[in-house]
């Protein structure tokens, strides 16, 4: 199993959270549900690109315009409702 580690850093104001970890980092992982992101003890599967079109309430991992993987909480705050803050570990596996 392969893996990248990195950490938020930042809470953007709609609630998602920026990662270190580069799109570019990503562009060889799995584009399928073998990949696993891992934050705070939470989890998702998949790298999404940011127009996902998921159901709310879904936690995703994007690969985001910011040129970084973002972890977001479809139409809610990931950082308040699952306690996400800068520091934090975030893991990707496959």
């Not at 799995?30 to 690109?49: A, E, P, W, Y």
């Amino acid at each position: 199993m392969s893996e990248i580690k990195g950490l938020i850093v930042r809470v953007m104001d709609n609630g998602d959270v920026l990662t270190d970890i580069s799109v570019d980092r990503l562009r060889h992982v799995l584009q399928d549900d073998r990949v696993k992101i891992s934050c705070n003890g939470h989890t998702t599967f998949r790298l999404l690109s940011h127009d996902h079109g998921e159901a709310p309430g879904t936690l995703v991992a994007t690969l985001g315009n910011s040129g970084f993987l973002e972890v977001a909480l479809t139409g809610d705050d990931a950082s308040r409702f699952l306690g996400l803050r800068p520091g934090m570990s975030v893991t990707v596996r496959w």
